[in-house]
């Protein structure tokens, strides 16, 4: 993103960390000969790491199975409210309300961008969901599959992305997977880093993602160098090289975790005011997210 985040501390619902869980993610799989799987369909549950044997078998993940209340479960994630512009004059409300999040009936997680009602402190209110102390992921591979919404889209923002768990914004790192704005015909990926904040952008073109169409995102962590995947194709390599003057490449921390953040937002920085052109309500899908670790 081209912009700084809110850097200040957010409320939480939900509940604390699950051990199991956090377990689980510090475990390395084997190496596979697996073949890279390419295209929008979803992977196999089972498929070991989907852009090849770098990464071994599969290590966590949600696949949004109906609940019996509608929720997301609360082992893996949590919600960040308010209407605080998030660092970036955004315009929405972030709640927990069902009527912003939900898992529907089909095994997808919903996220809903609405006009804001009378009760609503913004014009919007959308949602936010976090695995912030609850699970976190280090080297290796994270994928989410994602539906986003269609034309006309002025002034949304879906994104998945990942932060530094417990560390302060910039120093710790921020991959930002996927972000689009504005139902454009493509989306960016982006890192930052600090102590003096920098940031490499890169703006895909190479096809539609707002095309009511499901579509893969990835990135790949290692050590020296960050891979992004869009529907199994690498589209984008960043290493220190690229690290300017005053910066630090953050992801050389072994111990390093990063929790997941799925959000959409509304107005802000980077897509605009919005021209009351869009189509609201707006979901943004989301069929599963996975780990695979990094292979030892």
Same mark, same amino acid.
């Given at each position: 993103m081209r912009r700084p985040r809110q850097r200040g501390r957010l409320a939480i619902a939900g509940t604390a960390l699950a051990t199991a869980a956090a377990a689980?993610?510090?475990? +390395?799989?084997?190496?596979? $000969?697996?073949?890279?799987?390419? *295209?929008?369909?979803?992977?196999? %549950?089972?498929?070991?790491?989907?852009?090849?044997p770098t990464c071994g078998p599969l290590t966590w993940q949600d696949e949004f199975s109906p609940t019996t209340d509608g929720r997301p479960n609360a082992v893996n994630w949590g919600f960040e409210l308010g209407a605080t512009g998030w660092g970036n004059a955004e315009l929405q409300e !972030?709640?927990?309300?069902?009527? +912003? $999040? /939900?898992?529907?009936?089909?095994?997808t997680l919903r996220i809903v961008t609405r006009p804001g009602g009378a009760d609503s402190a913004s014009p919007y209110t959308s949602a936010r969901l976090v695995s912030r102390d609850r699970v976190s992921v280090g080297y290796g591979y994270v994928e989410a599959r994602v539906k986003l919404p269609t034309q006309p889209a002025s002034?949304?923002?879906?994104? /998945?992305?990942?932060? $530094?768990? *417990?560390?302060?914004?910039?120093?710790? =790192?921020e991959i930002d997977v996927?972000?689009?704005? +504005? =139902?454009?015909?493509? !989306? #960016? $990926?982006?890192?930052?880093g600090g102590p003096t904040h920098?940031?490499? !952008?890169?703006?895909?073109?190479?096809?539609?993602? +707002?095309? *009511?169409?499901w579509h893969r995102f990835g990135v790949l962590i290692r050590p020296e160098r960050l891979e992004f995947f869009h529907d199994g194709q690498l589209v984008h390599t960043v290493t220190p090289a690229g690290v300017p003057a005053g910066g630090r490449w953050p992801f050389d921390v072994p111990d390093r975790r990063y929790y997941m953040i799925i959000n959409m937002a509304m107005g802000g920085a980077y897509p605009g005011t919005p021209d009351? #052109? %869009?189509?609201?309500?707006?979901?943004m899908q989301v069929d599963y997210v996975r780990y695979w670790a990094l292979a030892e």
């Open positions: 689980a993610l510090l475990v +390395n799989g084997a190496v596979g $000969s697996a073949p890279q799987i390419r *295209g929008a369909a979803a992977v196999p %549950a089972g498929t070991r790491c989907p852009v090849g !972030y709640t927990a309300a069902r009527a +912003n $999040s /939900f898992i529907a009936d089909d095994g002034g949304l923002w879906p994104a /998945f992305w990942l932060r $530094s768990q *417990g560390e302060p914004w910039p120093d710790g =790192g996927m972000e689009t704005v +504005n =139902g454009s015909w493509g !989306y #960016s $990926s982006n890192i930052h920098w940031e490499q !952008y890169r703006w895909h073109s190479t096809g539609t993602v +707002n095309d *009511g169409e009351g #052109s %869009a189509t609201l309500p707006a979901t």
